[in-house]
């Protein structure tokens, strides 16, 4: 079997576009695969045309290893994000059509199952307004819809400081939060890189009655050491690794002790396998992983599929129960989130397929999502400052 050619599809919501990746064969065999770009969908595609023609037709798509390997190192340069992630949606399809041409999930293909369902949290649920009433009300919906775990970033435009009136509004909060979804869900604190880590370790200080099972990106991901002084100063889990694109660039962060969950996107770091040799190195370090996601239904197979075989896995990002529910339609076949689990993909490969008339109803956007622009949480520009 070869490798014939891709084609690229983008699906737009106003705050993402989903860059889809179809892998063709000569024996008519399709794989998909998908990543979704921060701005970077236009860089992400053109790499794509290029590495089809130097890397990708004509390979073997079994021989997932070697092309990989080949589009990682065969251009000489550095892969960074965006041929880190056309490598990770070329290597999803591939494991796709190795599925269908066995006859078997991918999870079979990666050593067999480790657990029968995967816990989820529900992340895209607080587009309302910053009282603790309404993220009373909303967290309760997502408790109610069987979910067990939510997380949330309730710091405004937070940047590197935050006054006593934000932080007392980002406490009230996580309280009211907390009150909704009771002691025994879980509550996990997005902080998006935002803070120093005096500001970061002072708030850790006051959320840490709230019992957050982590706080996310406390500082900005490029300084390991300061990473490492809050959680030399909190005894609250950390986790990260989101933004780092390259499973090799981890090595520091296991050896500085500094994370307790780490948060690979199987979208922009290479791929299923990549991100399952990175869960084995951070099994020997005793850390748990949990996978970034804030893709479509093609991108949250890939991370079941991963979640499935991986012993350390903690728990599963999921936005398409409250954020675009409709984007599930693009590629039907995902299992639904069901009392707060997953269950295990069941049909060969990837296990969903990628419906073309039903992506034609999301034409591309021009997606401009700004963490730091007030009114940033509803994910939609024209409530934006």
């Not at 590495?51 to 960074?80: C, Q, T, W």
């Not at 069901?338 to 397929?353: K, R």
């Not at 034609?360 to 956007?365: D, H, K, M, S, W």
Request: aromatic residues 8%; hydrophobic residues 40%; glycine residues 8%.
């Amino acid at each position: 079997m070869r490798i014939t050619g891709i084609s690229t599809h983008v699906a737009g919501t106003p705050w993402r576009n989903l860059t889809f990746v179809q892998v063709h064969t000569d024996e008519g065999l399709t794989g998909v695969g998908e990543a979704r770009m921060l701005s970077h969908t236009d860089a992400l595609i053109g790499y794509l045309a290029e590495a089809e023609i130097n890397h990708i037709k004509g390979s073997d798509p079994f021989d997932i290893e070697d092309l990989v390997h080949r589009m990682k190192y065969g251009d000489y340069g550095r892969a960074g994000e965006i041929v880190m992630s056309g490598i990770a949606c070329v290597e999803m399809a591939c494991w796709d059509i190795l599925g269908k041409a066995l006859g078997q999930p991918v999870w079979r293909l990666l050593g067999g199952k480790v657990r029968d369902k995967i816990k989820a949290y529900a992340n895209g649920w607080y587009t309302v307004d910053l009282t603790p009433e309404a993220f009373h009300d909303a967290a309760k919906k997502v408790i109610e819809r069987g979910y067990k775990a939510l997380k949330f970033d309730p710091f405004g435009t937070g940047t590197m400081e935050l006054d006593y009136a934000e932080t007392m509004r980002a406490v009230s909060l996580v309280e009211a939060v907390r009150d909704a979804i009771g002691p025994e869900a879980e509550l996990l604190v997005e902080m998006h890189g935002r803070f120093s880590p005096a500001t970061a370790i002072r708030l850790a200080g006051l959320l840490a009655p709230f019992n957050p099972s982590w706080l996310e990106e406390p500082c900005p991901p490029e300084n390991l050491k300061a990473l490492a002084k809050v959680s030399a100063h909190t005894d609250l889990p950390i986790a990260t690794g989101e933004r780092i694109h390259d499973r090799i660039e981890f090595r520091e962060l296991f050896e500085s002790q500094a994370v307790d969950i780490i948060q690979p996107d199987v979208g922009h770091i290479g791929g299923i396998l990549e991100t399952r040799k990175l869960a084995a190195t951070a099994e020997t370090h005793y850390t748990m992983i949990a996978p970034h996601n804030v893709g479509g239904p093609v991108l949250t197979a890939a991370n079941l599929h991963l979640a499935a075989c991986t012993p350390n896995f903690k728990i599963q990002e999921h936005f398409n129960d409250f954020a675009d529910s409709a984007i599930k339609g693009v590629a039907p076949g995902l299992p639904e989130v069901v009392d707060g689990y997953f269950s295990l993909p069941e049909a060969p490969g990837l296990g969903v397929e990628l419906d073309l008339d039903a992506l034609a109803e999301f034409p591309r956007q021009q997606a401009n999502f700004n963490l730091f622009k007030e009114n940033w949480h509803f994910r939609d520009p024209a409530r934006t400052k």
